[in-house]
């Protein structure tokens, strides 16, 4: 019964259970048989029970129920949400839509407890009973996201795909997919091999913060073929997760212009000698305003809308550019960027910024779909049709908000999860404000100063695992787990005031939760501080004391 996220309306009728066992059956109504495929293959792997598909116009069983788990449709449910009720009959399903439906399903697995989450059943002999209830649940937002950044240390397929059964596991719904950065770019594109051929791999990798002196020497990289991004995207789609990709420009493309030299801003330096970087920070290599620039990206985002199409999930129109930490330097030293500033009266390099960014969103707009960028986008004034990636605080999504953008608040100071967890010397690689397990509990996506008018413009909220000190898939756990657990009731559930929410409440359900993530082998963060393999002495982080305000 502790259910995270906590639903909105949960009975328990009684004190009876319904027993799962060889007859039980699963009957799939007409938009729900993803689900039914997903309950076979999760429940039947860990209690080893086949659960058989029976056609839903069968006539009932003599309790008036089909004796099994039953899913369906029910259009006067909210979309996403979903009704679940368990008697003697049998376990009824209802959602909204077919996303309702199967986080429905989700909230049944967790009532049958964390061996429901195994992969294989245990040899003791159990009983698999669910008690009787009644849920009503629905999310508070639309957006629940992550964002995993491959492009600092690439992720193998089969990690992504972990990480997207984990976001399942949670009620999350938009995986945004960081994809290319300075450090590596991870996508393939057939019209321009190079930038997997010379712009997926580094020669050796930073060690920590940049300040310090550790290098890894081994070469670092690896892409996704096309064949592997389509299957992720309909892996995703099969749990009603949508997948944002996310094509850096006009900053942050350094692996992009070491595949292509003539992408840089080659009259300011030698692009031709620039390789895939190797450290962290805000790189000064940003992409020229060249018409060739603007092509060669187009080429990119043509067969990026093919790679990740539309999908029943809302989130799926977006496609993210990032268009943060621009430096305009070489712009202002540029003579070709200056001749562009000049020709399109564009007043300066903010301008010109802001001319790109405004041809991606007409770029995309013109093709059904929908730009979203950091808040840098902002400068220079923002694109009519693009979203924003409120990060550095809630200012400017505030902005954007009261501007009329819809607005996805992701605040460094509360949601970005490679920021340390607690003050002691023993966190790895600490960098970053201290965000603990409470913080992001009482993490609050829409600031009060926000008229409801407004309000309706804050899409939802995302929590951000850069990697640049996470070289490791357990490095990623740690860092992301058990904080995406309480940020992913933030995002799901009608929460009270953050002062006033019940985080003794949570920390009572964690105890519960902590042995599902046991079962799904998420190396976590223990609520006492790391274990000894989780550490990393001796590699320096960098810390940040206090909080800033949330500008």
């Known amino acids: 019964m502790d259910l995270i996220p906590a639903p909105r309306h949960l009975t328990r009728d009684g004190d009876g259970s319904y027993v799962f066992d060889d007859s039980t059956w699963i009957t799939a109504g007409e938009g729900t048989r993803d689900t039914a495929r997903w309950l076979r293959a999760t429940l039947g792997a860990a209690t080893g029970l086949d659960l058989p598909p029976r056609d839903p116009a069968a006539a009932p069983g003599p309790q008036g129920g089909d004796g099994g788990i039953r899913l369906l449709v029910d259009p006067a449910l909210e979309p996403e949400g979903h009704r679940l009720s368990v008697t003697d009959a049998g376990v009824t399903i209802a959602g909204g839509d077919a996303a309702g439906v199967f986080w429905g399903a989700q909230t049944l697995r967790q009532l049958l407890g964390p061996e429901a989450f195994r992969r294989a059943p245990l040899p003791r002999e159990r009983a698999w009973t669910v008690p009787h209830v009644t849920v009503h649940d629905a999310p508070r937002f639309r957006w629940r996201g992550m964002m995993l950044d491959v492009a600092r240390h690439f992720m193998p397929k089969g990690g992504v795909l972990r990480h997207l059964d984990l976001m399942a596991a949670h009620k999350l719904n938009v995986f945004h997919f960081h994809l290319t950065d300075d450090q590596g770019w991870r996508v393939e594109i057939k019209s321009h091999p190079r930038l997997t051929r010379d712009g997926s791999w580094r020669s050796r990798t930073k060690l920590g913060h940049r300040a310090s002196p550790l290098w890894d020497e081994r070469p670092h990289g ?177 902005t954007a908000a009261r501007a009329g953008h819809d607005v996805v608040m992701c605040p460094e100071q509360q949601v970005y999860l490679d920021h340390r967890q607690a003050a002691g010397d023993d966190e790895p690689v600490p960098i970053g404000y201290v965000r603990t397990l409470e913080d992001v509990y009482r993490f609050e996506p829409v600031p009060p100063r926000l008229t409801e008018a407004e309000a309706r413009h804050v899409l939802g909220t995302q929590a951000n695992v850069w990697t640049e000190v996470m070289e490791t898939e357990q490095r990623v756990d740690y860092q992301t787990y058990p904080r995406l657990t309480a940020f992913s009731e933030v995002a799901w559930s009608t929460l009270p005031e953050p002062a006033a929410r019940d985080y003794a409440g949570f920390e009572r359900r964690m105890a519960a939760h902590y042995r599902r993530l046991d079962a799904l082998g998420v190396d976590y963060r223990p609520p006492g501080g790391p274990l000894p393999w989780q550490r990393r002495p001796g590699v320096i982080g960098r810390p940040k004391e206090g909080l800033p305000p949330n500008v």
């Open 222 to 398: 690896g892409f996704y073929t096309q064949d592997d991004i389509r299957e992720i995207v309909a892996y995703a789609t099969a749990r009603h997760i949508a997948v944002v990709p996310e094509i850096d420009l006009p900053g942050h493309s350094q692996a992009a212009i070491a595949a292509y030299p003539e992408l840089g801003n080659s009259d300011v330096v030698d692009t031709s000698s620039l390789p895939v970087w190797d450290t962290w920070g805000i790189n000064p290599n940003v992409l020229a305003p060249t018409d060739n620039t603007l092509r060669f990206y187009e080429e990119v985002l043509t067969e990026v809308l093919d790679l990740f199409p539309v999908t029943p999930a809302p989130a799926s129109r977006f496609v993210h550019i990032g268009g943060d930490e621009c430096p305009k330097d070489q712009w202002r030293k540029s003579q070709v960027a200056q001749e562009r500033i000049a020709e399109l009266g564009l007043g300066d390099e903010d301008g010109l910024q802001s001319w790109i960014i405004r041809h991606f969103d007409s770029w995309l707009s013109a093709r059904g779909r929908r730009l979203i960028g950091w808040d840098e986008i902002l400068e220079g004034g923002l694109a009519p049709g693009a979203a924003v990636s409120s990060w550095r605080g809630y200012g400017a999504g505030v």
